[in-house]
C-alpha cells in the first residue's frame, strides 16, 4: 500500500504569558497527528519555550517525547505535577476565575509593584523567576541541526529592532529574553554576535508575536500555521482600567504580527494579478488556530497567574481548536491559506 506524503507544516507560537497553556494543547494534538511534519517552528515569549520543549522532545524521542517535554514544562509553570489536580475548581468556569483574579489582592499589590517600582530595585537579591525552567532544557538538542529548526524572538532594547536567535545561539538567556516583560523582569543582557556588543533584551512580542519571515526560508514549507493566542477582536469596548490595559497590550503584541500578515496579502495580490512573475517569490500559505470566544472571557490576570483551572480549561481549548483545524483546515496545506487575508484586512 502506498502512504500518503505527509503534509508538511511550519508552526508559529505566539506570545501570551500563562495563555501559552493554549498552544500547549493545540501542539499535543497536532504532534498525534501521523500524516504531519512540522519541520520549522518560530515562536516569543511563551511561544519561545513551548518551541524549545517540543524541538528538544522532537530530536530526542519523535512526537511522544516532544508531547512529555511540553506537559513537563507547563508542571513547572503551575509548580505542581499533575494537572488533573485542577479538576475540583472546572464548575466555577474561566470567565468567573478570571474576572476573580483580576480584582484579587495579589494581582493588584503585583501591579501596583510593576507599575511604582522598578525591577531593578531588587538589587543583587534579582532572579529572572524563568530562570529555574530554562536552565533545565536541553540545549544540546534545541541548538541542533535537526528539523525542526526554531527560532526565537527578542526585542534590542537599544534599537527597539527585532533580533532572532536560532542554533547555538538560543540558550538561557535569549529564551528568558523572549520573554522578558520590562515592567516585571530586568532586561536580560547578551553578547550580541549581530552587533559585536554586549546588548539588553526585551520581550520578543514588541517587534515580532510571533515572527514569520524567519520561516520564509527556502528550505521550509510555504504553510505557516499561527497558534494564535491574542485575540484580534474584541466586541466590546474595554471600561475598566484593567480591561482598558490588558486590550492595549493585546493590540501593541499583535501589530507586528498584522504588518507581516498584511505583507505577504500584498504579495499574494502582486502574484494574483501578474505584477509579480511566478516563482519570484514564494506564495506563503497561512492558516490560524485560536479560540478567541475562550480568550475573551479571560484578562491579563490569567496571562500572569498560572491558575490551575485556566491551565487545564486552555489546554483542552488547544486540543479542540486543533482538532478542529485537522478536520475542517487540514486539506488546504500544501494548496492554500485557510484564513482569507484580503477580508482580513478589507
Same mark, same amino acid.
Given at each position: 500500500?502506498?502512504?500518503?506524503?505527509?503534509?508538511?507544516?511550519?508552526?508559529?507560537?505566539?506570545?501570551?504569558?500563562?495563555?501559552?497553556?493554549?498552544?500547549?494543547?493545540?501542539?499535543?494534538?497536532?504532534?498525534?497527528?501521523?500524516?504531519?511534519?512540522?519541520?520549522?517552528?518560530?515562536?516569543?515569549?511563551?511561544?519561545?519555550?513551548?518551541?524549545? /520543549?517540543?524541538?528538544? &522532545?522532537?530530536? #530526542? =524521542?519523535? +512526537?511522544?517525547?516532544?508531547?512529555?517535554?511540553?506537559?513537563? @514544562?507547563?508542571?513547572?509553570?503551575?509548580?505542581?505535577?499533575?494537572?488533573?489536580?485542577?479538576?475540583?475548581?472546572?464548575?466555577?468556569?474561566?470567565?468567573?476565575?478570571?474576572?476573580?483574579?483580576?480584582?484579587?489582592?495579589?494581582?493588584?499589590?503585583?501591579?501596583?509593584?510593576?507599575?511604582?517600582?522598578?525591577?531593578?530595585?531588587?538589587?543583587?537579591?534579582?532572579?529572572?523567576?524563568?530562570?529555574?525552567?530554562?536552565?533545565?532544557?536541553?540545549?544540546?538538542?534545541?541548538?541542533?541541526?535537526?528539523?525542526?529548526?526554531?527560532?526565537?524572538?527578542?526585542?534590542?532594547?537599544?534599537?527597539?529592532?527585532?533580533?532572532?536567535?536560532?542554533?547555538?545561539?538560543?540558550?538561557?538567556?535569549?529564551?528568558?529574553?523572549?520573554?522578558?516583560?520590562?515592567?516585571?523582569?530586568?532586561?536580560?543582557?547578551?553578547?550580541?554576535?549581530?552587533?559585536?556588543?554586549?546588548? /539588553?533584551?526585551?520581550? &520578543?512580542?514588541? #517587534? =515580532?508575536? +510571533?515572527?514569520?519571515?524567519?520561516?520564509?526560508?527556502?528550505? @521550509?514549507?510555504?504553510?505557516?500555521?499561527?497558534?494564535?493566542?491574542?485575540?484580534?477582536?474584541?466586541?466590546?469596548?474595554?471600561?475598566?482600567?484593567?480591561?482598558?490595559?490588558?486590550?492595549?497590550?493585546?493590540?501593541?503584541?499583535?501589530?507586528?504580527?498584522?504588518?507581516?500578515?498584511?505583507?505577504?496579502?500584498?504579495?499574494?495580490?502582486?502574484?494574483?494579478?501578474?505584477?509579480?512573475?511566478?516563482?519570484?517569490?514564494?506564495?506563503?500559505?497561512?492558516?490560524?488556530?485560536?479560540?478567541?470566544?475562550?480568550?475573551?472571557?479571560?484578562?491579563?490576570?490569567?496571562?500572569?497567574?498560572?491558575?490551575?483551572?485556566?491551565?487545564?480549561?486552555?489546554?483542552?481549548?488547544?486540543?479542540?481548536?486543533?482538532?478542529?483545524?485537522?478536520?475542517?483546515?487540514?486539506?488546504?496545506?500544501?494548496?492554500?491559506?485557510?484564513?482569507?487575508?484580503?477580508?482580513?484586512?478589507?
Amino acid at each position: 500500500m502506498t502512504r500518503v506524503a505527509r503534509k508538511q507544516i511550519n508552526l508559529a507560537l505566539q506570545g501570551g504569558g500563562a495563555h501559552g497553556a493554549f498552544t500547549w494543547g493545540v501542539l499535543d494534538r497536532l504532534l498525534q497527528e501521523p500524516d504531519l511534519e512540522i519541520c520549522g517552528i518560530s515562536g516569543t515569549s511563551a511561544g519561545a519555550l513551548n518551541g524549545a /520543549a517540543l524541538k528538544a &522532545g522532537m530530536v #530526542t =524521542g519523535g +512526537p511522544e517525547a516532544a508531547r512529555e517535554n511540553l506537559e513537563w @514544562l507547563w508542571m513547572q509553570v503551575a509548580g505542581v505535577s499533575d494537572l488533573r489536580l485542577a479538576h475540583w475548581m472546572a464548575p466555577f468556569g474561566v470567565g468567573a476565575l478570571s474576572q476573580a483574579l483580576s480584582y484579587s489582592l495579589p494581582l493588584a499589590v503585583s501591579q501596583f509593584w510593576s507599575q511604582n517600582i522598578s525591577p531593578y530595585a531588587y538589587g543583587p537579591f534579582y532572579k529572572n523567576p524563568l530562570a529555574d525552567i530554562v536552565e533545565k532544557f536541553d540545549y544540546s538538542h534545541i541548538c541542533g541541526s535537526e528539523a525542526p529548526y526554531l527560532f526565537i524572538c527578542a526585542t534590542r532594547v537599544r534599537n527597539g529592532k527585532i533580533r532572532i536567535f536560532q542554533g547555538d545561539q538560543i540558550t538561557p538567556a535569549a529564551i528568558m529574553a523572549s520573554a522578558c516583560l520590562p515592567t516585571i523582569f530586568q532586561a536580560v543582557e547578551i553578547d550580541d554576535v549581530e552587533t559585536g556588543r554586549r546588548e /539588553a533584551f526585551w520581550d &520578543g512580542g514588541y #517587534t =515580532g508575536n +510571533p515572527a514569520l519571515f524567519p520561516l520564509y526560508d527556502g528550505d @521550509l514549507p510555504d504553510d505557516i500555521v499561527i497558534i494564535n493566542i491574542n485575540p484580534l477582536e474584541r466586541e466590546d469596548t474595554p471600561v475598566t482600567p484593567q480591561e482598558i490595559q490588558n486590550r492595549i497590550n493585546e493590540i501593541s503584541f499583535n501589530s507586528s504580527l498584522l504588518r507581516e500578515l498584511r505583507a505577504i496579502e500584498f504579495v499574494q495580490r502582486l502574484l494574483d494579478d501578474g505584477t509579480l512573475p511566478q516563482g519570484r517569490m514564494s506564495r506563503v500559505r497561512v492558516h490560524m488556530i485560536a479560540d478567541d470566544e475562550l480568550m475573551e472571557q479571560l484578562s491579563v490576570a490569567t496571562k500572569m497567574v498560572p491558575n490551575l483551572a485556566v491551565l487545564s480549561s486552555l489546554k483542552q481549548a488547544g486540543i479542540t481548536a486543533a482538532e478542529t483545524f485537522l478536520r475542517d483546515g487540514i486539506d488546504a496545506i500544501g494548496n492554500r491559506s485557510s484564513i482569507d487575508l484580503k477580508d482580513m484586512f478589507s
